[in-house]
């Protein structure tokens, strides 16, 4: 059976003891009755592993020898998932599912027909929410990266964002049901990286698929079938995984 991974930040060098303390302890000593002389994996959140035993344990805490340390590279093209609000809990499912599925980034957006309007204090909390979502499923995913999520950005942001990215050779996709050309078409495995545009309940309005195309994104059909909002970016990563080298490597033992 696969180690558990942990998310624990630094990491100690071989020889050293890592201390699981805190909520991820609790969780460890506690929810998982992890005990002394069971092995698991501890990440970083950035890429980096460390394999290690139990070797004393408490009702909150677990101390860890560890015994071996490893990189694992990032994933290429790097995808960025601009995602527009979803409305309640589909929030945070959306940010759930493609961080399952491989998002490194999110970006949430603010687009003019989201039913969600995060401001001042909520877009605070709703962020917050969107990043212990992304933990919790990188995790449950045994990634060793932990996707970023970026503060709420507004058309204006996002348009300059899809500059960027464009300027530095990526591809930015949005996911459009009227668009003509297949997300298939698109040069995927020579790209550095991708932004996946995804809009909200009611779509992305005309006038920001005018904005963004003119930014350099190209609008893209994802397959026959009409997916939520917060279902789309985790069936796009799935394509991508497939038509590119993103999938080809095993889950952390």
Do not use: Y
């Amino acid at each position: 059976m696969a180690a558990t991974v942990f998310f624990l930040t630094p990491l100690p060098d071989v020889g050293g003891i890592a201390i699981l303390d805190g909520p991820e302890g609790r969780h460890a000593a506690t929810v998982r009755r992890i005990g002394v002389g069971e092995r698991l994996v501890l990440a970083d959140g950035h890429g980096e592993l460390a394999d290690g035993e139990v070797v004393a344990a408490a009702k909150d805490r677990l101390d860890i020898q560890v015994t071996a340390r490893r990189t694992i590279a990032a994933a290429s093209p790097w995808v960025t998932v601009i995602q527009a609000l979803p409305k309640a809990e589909r929030s945070e499912l959306a940010v759930e599912l493609a961080t399952e599925a491989g998002a490194d980034a999110f970006v949430p957006w603010q687009a003019s027909r989201c039913v969600a309007r995060w401001d001042g204090p909520k877009a605070v909390k709703g962020v917050a929410k969107w990043r212990n979502a992304a933990i919790a499923a990188a995790k449950q995913a045994r990634r060793a990266w932990i996707p970023e999520v970026a503060d709420v950005h507004r058309m204006a942001d996002v348009a300059g964002l899809v500059r960027g990215q464009v300027a530095a050779g990526g591809l930015v996709a949005i996911l459009h049901g009227s668009a003509t050309t297949q997300l298939t078409e698109l040069p995927l495995r020579e790209a550095p990286s991708l932004t996946l545009i995804v809009g909200p309940e009611g779509g992305v309005s005309d006038d920001e698929v005018a904005a963004l195309t003119e930014a350099g994104a190209v609008a893209v059909l994802l397959g026959p079938q009409v997916l939520r909002t917060s279902t789309a970016a985790a069936v796009a990563l799935g394509a991508v995984g497939a038509l590119t080298d993103r999938w080809s490597a095993a889950p952390p033992e």
